[in-house]
């Protein structure tokens, strides 16, 4: 199986400042990965697919970067309601598997 | 929009078997493949499976073979999560979600809690 290995595995940053999370694939994945964002008590949503697409309904001040094995998750002039936590999986290789996960909260 | 509605935690006794649902409201259920993920309190995501609920056809991450059974109705619109022999290990949290075709998933359910204890 291939290993996803996020980083930091949490993160405290000021409002309006801009974040940047770091997924690292035990090797290439060819950009099959997904960001998804999991408020407190609630379900993940899916952010960003295919590295850099961003879903329906998604703010912009979400990105997604990246290629073979390393991507990142920008996400710009934080918000409150950004305070979540923030997975990033694989769907190159079978079975797809998720990062630990990154903790983000305001400073 | 498509929703999808679980059914109520559980507590459930060591050893047993609880069977999870997951009711696809807003399209039909054939137009997704369904799986399901795990999520142990305070701990990330595991990928338990999927089912194709066109052709009932299923496919499971290895640690789950002998654990999670997945079925569909398409009749009710619902997938289904069977895990038996119980333990301490199985108390977590189930999502179910939706694949279109590309195994990211774009839809999730609001989870399933299932407490095992004596």
């Not at chain 2, 895990?83 to 108390?91: A, F, P, V």
């Amino acid at each position: 199986d291939i290993r996803m290995t996020q980083s930091p595995a949490s993160l405290s940053a000021s409002l309006g400042e801009t974040v940047n999370i770091e997924c690292l694939a035990s090797e290439d994945i060819y950009s099959d990965l997904a960001w998804y964002q999991q408020k407190p008590g609630k379900s993940p949503q899916l952010l960003i697919y295919n590295a850099n697409s961003l879903q329906n309904g998604v703010p912009s001040r979400f990105s997604g970067s990246g290629s073979g094995t390393q991507y990142s998750l920008k996400i710009n002039s934080l918000q409150s309601e950004d305070v979540a936590t923030y997975f990033c999986q694989q769907y190159n290789n079978y079975p797809p598997t998720f990062g630990s996960g990154t903790k983000l909260e305001i400073k | 929009e498509v929703q999808l509605q679980q059914s109520g935690a559980e507590l459930v006794r060591p050893g047993t078997s609880v069977k999870l649902s997951c009711k696809v409201s807003g399209d039909t259920i054939t137009a997704y493949y369904m799986h399901f993920v795990k999520q142990r309190p305070g701990q990330g995501l595991e990928w338990i499976g999927r089912i194709d609920p066109e052709d009932d056809s299923t496919k499971y991450a290895e640690k789950f073979k002998n654990k999670a059974t997945l079925t569909a109705d398409t009749s009710s619109n619902t997938a289904y999560l069977k895990l038996s022999s119980l333990t301490s290990e199985d108390t977590a949290t189930y999502f179910c979600t939706t694949d279109s075709g590309y195994w990211y998933f774009d839809f999730w359910g609001p989870g399933t809690m299932v407490t095992v204890s004596s």
